[in-house]
């Protein structure tokens, strides 16, 4: 299924039309490696794009799009959220810099591993996780 059909489907769902306006919102999303915020995401489009979108269907289709696995929000501790892809993309955990804001992306074997590990011994499978890490630079 290519990235057209997956939006017409999860959009069919969730009981909404496919738009011109939503398929716009979701490629820009789709084709960035970038993690932004709803705002960055509109401004970006409203940029790009000749055909108006509203900021409202800009939000309310990351709220579909991320409800439907197909964008992830990266919640900043602070009521601030990024948003970015998940569409192909290997499972990743974040680094987040508290004083810049940057964001580092990483994985790592062992501590997947640990998490199975330690869900296993309470009972219990995973189903997903988010694991962020919230870190400053160390300071010499």
Known sequence: MNHIDILKNVLSNEGLRYTQQRQIIWDEIRTSSEHRD?????????????????????YRTI???????????????????????????EHHDHMI?????????????KLEDLQEEIVKKHGYELVRHVHQLFVKPIKK
């Open 38 to 58: 709803a705002e960055k995401i509109y401004s970006q489009i409203k940029i790009k794009n000749k055909i108006k979108v509203s900021r409202a269907t800009v």
């Open 63 to 89: 709220d579909v799009l991320v409800k439907n696995d197909l964008v992830r929000k990266v919640e900043l501790g602070d009521g601030r959220a990024l948003y970015e892809h998940k569409y192909n993309e």
């Open 97 to 109: 810099c508290v004083e810049t804001g940057k964001i580092t992306e990483f994985y790592n074997e």
